[in-house]
């Protein structure tokens, strides 16, 4: 099964070259950046690290941040193009390991599952320097969703997962909504896997931040983004979104 790595990369100088760098043992066949307002650093430090590496690179570079889920959907678009069976989406700050993305393709290809996530809170998974607050948050929301969808889960909020790219061309499920241009999109695609009755299951990843301090872990702001988190779930529950 032909699979893709999507990366969608904002202002990550001195992290998305160390990411690369670990696609050394070649976990998919090709490497997909999204790549929102670049500039000369950050490209040279990715061309820089695909010399190194084996895994080919695409790159598509968009002049301006068109959010994350903007960028994921591009990579959507070009994995469908080239008809990759298997999408794997990871961020480009660090906080996830190439080198597991085996453990979230086995089931894939192995078990027939169709959508997997990674969690770090299951035996085999960790979390490193988590700022306090979020780990608070991201222990509780995964009872809410195991609430509201019936699914068991114990990871919500981490965005290192994959899946079968025939889940994006079932006719239920738009992720090319308007909406979806930020955070919204991997909680409603997440949402809508858990409640159509795909075979869903989750495997152990780490998730390590960089450092606590206030700014530079993530690009996530919970005083800004926390309706693009939460809000998914709700609006779909109650039929306010499609």
């Known amino acids: 099964m032909k699979s893709v790595a999507i990366i969608p990369v904002f202002r990550e100088v001195g992290k998305i070259g160390r990411v690369l760098q670990r696609f050394d043992m070649g976990p998919v066949d090709q490497i997909c950046l999204v790549v929102d307002d670049p500039n000369p650093a950050i490209l040279a430090e990715i061309d820089d690290a695909s010399s190194r590496i084996g895994t080919p690179v695409k790159i598509i570079e968009n002049p301006a941040r068109r959010g994350v889920g903007s960028a994921i959907r591009e990579g959507y678009e070009y994995a469908m193009s080239q008809r990759f069976d298997i999408i794997v989406v990871m961020a480009g700050n660090g906080k996830d390991d190439p ?5 979230l393709m086995r089931p894939i290809v192995e078990e027939g599952y169709d959508y997997v996530q990674g969690s770090r809170f299951l035996p085999g998974g960790r979390g490193e320097k988590t700022p306090f607050l979020r780990g608070v948050f991201t222990r509780l929301f995964p009872f809410v969703w195991t609430f509201l969808t019936g699914v068991r889960c114990t990871e919500v909020t981490n965005g290192f997962r994959a899946y079968r790219a025939t889940v994006l061309r ?39 931040y960089s450092h606590t301090a206030k700014r530079g872990y993530s690009h996530i702001s919970p005083m800004r983004d926390w309706r693009q988190i939460v809000g998914p779930v709700v609006l779909l529950k109650i039929g306010a979104r499609h």
């Open 170 to 208: 079932d006719p239920r499920i738009n992720v090319w909504q308007d909406w979806l241009e930020g955070y919204e999109l991997e909680y409603y695609l997440h949402y809508k896997v858990l409640t159509l009755g795909y075979r869903f299951t989750e495997r152990p990843v780490s998730k390590t």
């Open 99 to 103: 080198r597991e993305i085996p453990r």
